[in-house]
């Protein structure tokens, strides 16, 4: 059974960073593209970062780009959100996903999802 268990979040002062990661589990992910979204309280969730299966190519949201960097491991399986200069509004819980193919953006590009972690930045 696939199994994504997020970690690292916690709280920080605006400008600090954080580093999340991701272990997945299951089965073996290096030919799927993973990804990282956000949910903040009442609003929908949204994508933050996509890294290809192949090539390893890095997209991100308008809002994290310069301040967030995705990677993965594919020995580890797992994949990793580096989130430096924290706002405020980057507060929201977090969650990792497996794509369905080599690339993926939407949410319904993607299979998989973890629990999520929170992350809180404070003022």
């Known amino acids: 059974q696939e199994q994504l268990v997020e970690s690292g979040g916690g709280l920080v002062q605006a400008g600090g960073s954080l580093r999340l990661s991701c272990a997945a589990s299951g089965r073996t992910f290096s030919s799927y593209a993973m990804g990282w979204f956000r949910q903040a309280p009442g609003k929908e969730r949204e994508f933050v970062a996509g890294i290809s299966s192949t090539f390893g190519i890095t997209y991100y949201t308008d809002s994290v780009k310069g301040r967030f960097t995705i990677s993965r491991d594919n020995a580890k399986n797992t994949v990793y959100l580096q989130m430096n200069s924290l706002k405020p509004e980057d507060t929201a819980v977090y969650y990792c996903?497996?794509?369905?193919?080599?690339?993926?953006?939407?949410?319904?590009?993607?299979?998989?999802w973890g629990q999520g972690t929170q992350v809180t930045v404070s003022s």
């Open positions: 996903a497996v794509g369905r193919g080599v690339l993926a953006r939407a949410l319904t590009d993607f299979a998989s």
